[in-house]
């Protein structure tokens, strides 16, 4: 038996993007629903049991479980209701353009859920060593670094004995302090940038304070092992090759991947929601709307964000769009916003005539003076200067609405000073 639900908007995912927009929904009369696949709502939160979420968001210092509670109370209204342990499969635009959700869950069977709007806020999935094609044995012992993490953390299982960590992203630099606390011993991170891929306090919180060494511009090349890891191969790296003849090897039982994030669009492409391949996610316009009219997205699933504050302050802005969209006042304009020299992305992708912007890059370069400069229609109208920028560390500005107080291109250039 199908069982159907009606509501005014859906919102896909119950971590901190799904939350904070929902959070904005329930102020308004209509209803939303939103859907997660795990059993508890705070979605990646749960398993980060360290502290430092919240500064901005909520003005204290918080842990993820401590943040994900807040969060969820910001969203618990009357207007709004969680389907936890449900999991969406297929979405489709209805001919009225309305939404057609179809999902599963052990308490309801298969439901058939429509809404007239869509939040999309699936976040992300981790990059694994298949992803990187490192050749070796497949034993034991190989993590992505947040499986490991909720092994830990919520299971409260050890992953190994020893561990060597590929790739410096945030989750494998506070994985090497956690298991350090918990006795195992961290031989190495090992990074194929000649730059951390974390935050600098990260690397100093979790690498520098426990004497764990990082190997910058180094491949791991080899994983070996029969049953379990025993060892892995480290090769210096020249414009990108791996060093073999001065390759040497690492004793460990464990090695944790931290190579990455991939935005989940598997549910985005269904409905046709055009892509930016710079970021992995949607192309928005200034109220973070998609390419198809009602569906709006934010957090990680449109772009790898370094802060889940920066997550959560984007999912509210997409909240309070889809109130206007539905309500009929949703201002919607197609200024183009691109990238020039020393960035990756820009999101949003589109800016409003007369409104302010808030705009999120992703730098290319390390430099420790540079200046953020904006162009409308070819004139510098905005810059901001930059003590320390690198691919790490997201950039997040605001542009007031008394500069984009005219239609055409806006164009963001990072320039290094000398």
Request: hydrophobic share 45%.
């Amino acid at each position: 038996m199908i069982h159907d639900f009606s509501y005014d908007i859906a919102v896909i995912g119950a971590g901190a993007a799904g939350l904070a927009a929902a959070a904005e929904t329930a102020k308004s009369p209509f209803r939303t629903v939103v859907i997660d696949r795990e059993d508890q709502l705070g979605g990646i939160l749960r398993q980060c049991i360290h502290n430092g979420f919240g500064l901005r968001y909520f003005k204290e210092e918080l842990t993820g479980p401590e943040y994900a509670d807040r969060v969820a109370a910001l969203a618990a209204k009357p207007n709004v209701e969680f389907k936890t342990g449900t999991a969406v499969t297929e979405i489709k635009r209805l001919p009225d353009n309305g939404f057609e959700l179809l999902a599963f869950s052990a308490a309801e069977g298969v439901s058939r859920i429509r809404a007239r709007a869509l939040f999309l806020g699936m976040g992300c999935r981790e990059r694994n060593r298949g992803n990187l094609a490192i050749p070796g044995s497949r034993p034991a012992g190989i993590f992505t670094a947040g499986a490991a993490q909720k092994l830990l953390n919520i299971e409260g299982m050890l992953p190994g004995k020893s561990a060597v960590i590929v790739g410096s992203g945030d989750i494998g630099l506070i994985m090497a302090r956690r298991l350090r606390w918990s006795g195992v011993e961290v031989k190495a991170v090992v990074e194929i940038m000649p730059h951390p891929s974390g935050l600098t306090r990260n690397v100093v919180q979790c690498l520098n304070d426990f004497g764990i060494p990082l190997y910058l511009e180094h491949s791991v090349v080899n994983i070996a092992g029969r049953e379990r890891v025993q060892y892995v191969e480290v090769a210096p790296l020249d414009n990108g090759i791996p060093q073999l003849d001065r390759q040497f090897r690492i004793e460990c039982d464990t090695v944790l991947f931290s190579v990455g994030l991939i935005p989940e669009n598997e549910l985005s492409r269904q409905l046709g929601v055009e892509l930016n391949p710079a970021t992995g996610g949607a192309i928005v316009d200034a109220n973070l709307q998609t390419s198809v009219p009602g569906v709006f997205a934010g957090g990680n699933v449109l772009h790898v964000h370094d802060l889940v504050d920066f997550v959560s302050e984007e999912a509210a802005d997409a909240g309070r769009s889809i109130v206007h969209y539905l309500d009929g006042t949703l201002n919607s304009q197609a200024n183009p916003v691109t990238v020039s020299a020393n960035l990756k992305y820009v999101v949003p992708n589109k800016f409003n005539t007369g409104e302010k912007g808030t705009y999120s890059f992703r730098p290319l370069i390390v430099s420790d003076a540079a200046t953020l400069e904006a162009e409308l229609n070819g004139r510098l109208v905005w810059k901001r200067k930059f003590t320390y920028v690198k691919p790490a560390e997201m950039l997040k500005v605001e542009l007031p609405a008394e500069i984009l107080n005219e239609s055409g291109t806006l164009v963001f250039r990072l320039q290094e000073e000398a």
